[in-house]
């Protein structure tokens, strides 16, 4: 069943431990912002409790989060930033407004995907950039062998066509399998759940847990899993850099 953003921004909005599970964000906004040229004005789509964007050239930060919570969090440890609450799909901003965007692993919980880039596309200058990393069809294989409830997202080259070669060029995209690891499988659940990301996205069908035993078999068939680093949990996660077209491209 297909989530509604008021859910996602409900399930993100209660995420109060968001920085202590944050691995996997902290990861792909490593990777993104090397290769990001990023300037003047630029807007971070799904911002959560804010980026450091303070290496970059960048002028002004104005943000967008679907969850209230995360935006007054925002505001208190980015005070210089412009925190607006809003969707992805429908973002609250004039045409061409911005130099860039900035956008890490959020845009894959918009209801429809194509929507948000056309925002996206939108609110952009002409002959301007956009970073995208976002979780695509694949990830979470261990949870989903163990019986666990899994999230299902597009597939990386569906999400990859909706930046068409009539609106965007210099079209550069990337699938990367990214893996995290952890102690047992309570820590690894808790990484999911206490980032929000426990919202349902076309999710699969869960084995319900039965009591005691049923959680201690899981535990004991995710330590067949286990490696010398831990526990592993992988996502399949989508980076696109693209360049908005203009008079001249």
């Given at each position: 069943?297909?989530?509604?953003?008021?859910?996602?921004?409900?399930?993100?909005?209660?995420?109060?431990?968001?920085?202590?599970?944050?691995?996997?964000?902290?990861?792909?906004?490593?990777?993104?912002?090397?290769?990001?040229?990023?300037?003047?004005?630029?807007?971070?789509?799904?911002?959560?409790?804010?980026?450091?964007?303070?290496?970059?050239?960048?002028?002004?930060?104005?943000t967008?989060?679907?969850?209230?919570?995360?935006?007054?969090?925002?505001?208190?440890?980015?005070?210089?930033?412009?925190?607006?609450?809003?969707?992805?799909?429908?973002?609250?901003?004039?045409?061409?407004?911005?130099?860039c965007l900035?956008?890490?692993?959020?845009?894959?919980?918009?209801?429809?995907?194509?929507?948000?880039v056309?925002?996206?596309?939108?609110?952009?200058?002409?002959?301007?950039?956009?970073?995208?990393?976002?979780?695509?069809?694949?990830?979470?294989?261990?949870?989903?062998?163990?019986?666990?409830?899994?999230?299902?997202?597009?597939?990386?080259p569906?999400?990859?066509?909706?930046?068409?070669?009539?609106?965007?060029?210099?079209?550069?995209?990337?699938?990367?399998?990214?893996?995290?690891?952890?102690?047992?499988?309570?820590?690894?659940?808790?990484s999911?759940?206490?980032?929000?990301?426990?919202?349902?996205?076309?999710?699969?069908?869960?084995k319900?847990?039965?009591?005691?035993?049923?959680?201690?078999?899981?535990?004991?068939?995710?330590?067949?899993?286990?490696?010398?680093?831990?526990?592993?949990?992988?996502?399949?996660?989508?980076?696109?850099?693209?360049?908005?077209?203009?008079?001249?491209?």
């Amino acid at each position: 069943m297909m989530t509604s953003q008021s859910d996602v921004a409900g399930h993100f909005s209660r995420a109060h431990q968001y920085d202590c599970h944050n691995l996997l964000q902290r990861l792909t906004a490593n990777k993104l912002q090397t290769k990001a040229g990023l300037r003047g004005h630029l807007l971070d789509i799904g911002a959560g409790p804010g980026t450091d964007f303070s290496l970059f050239p960048v002028n002004r930060v104005t943000t967008v989060d679907i969850a209230f919570a995360m935006c007054q969090r925002l505001r208190c440890l980015h005070p210089s930033y412009e925190a607006v609450c809003a969707d992805a799909s429908a973002l609250p901003f004039a045409d061409g407004r911005f130099d860039c965007l900035y956008s890490n692993l959020a845009l894959q919980w918009c209801s429809d995907f194509t929507v948000a880039v056309a925002e996206a596309y939108r609110v952009l200058k002409p002959g301007g950039r956009g970073y995208f990393a976002m979780v695509c069809d694949g990830a979470l294989p261990e949870l989903e062998i163990l019986g666990f409830c899994v999230n299902h997202f597009a597939p990386a080259p569906q999400m990859a066509s909706a930046f068409s070669d009539h609106d965007w060029c210099e079209l550069s995209t990337e699938v990367a399998t990214e893996t995290l690891h952890f102690d047992d499988l309570r820590t690894l659940l808790y990484s999911i759940k206490g980032v929000g990301a426990s919202a349902r996205h076309g999710a699969g069908q869960a084995k319900a847990l039965r009591g005691r035993a049923d959680w201690l078999a899981r535990v004991d068939n995710a330590e067949r899993t286990r490696t010398p680093k831990g526990l592993p949990l992988s996502y399949q996660i989508l980076y696109v850099s693209a360049q908005k077209r203009g008079a001249n491209t």
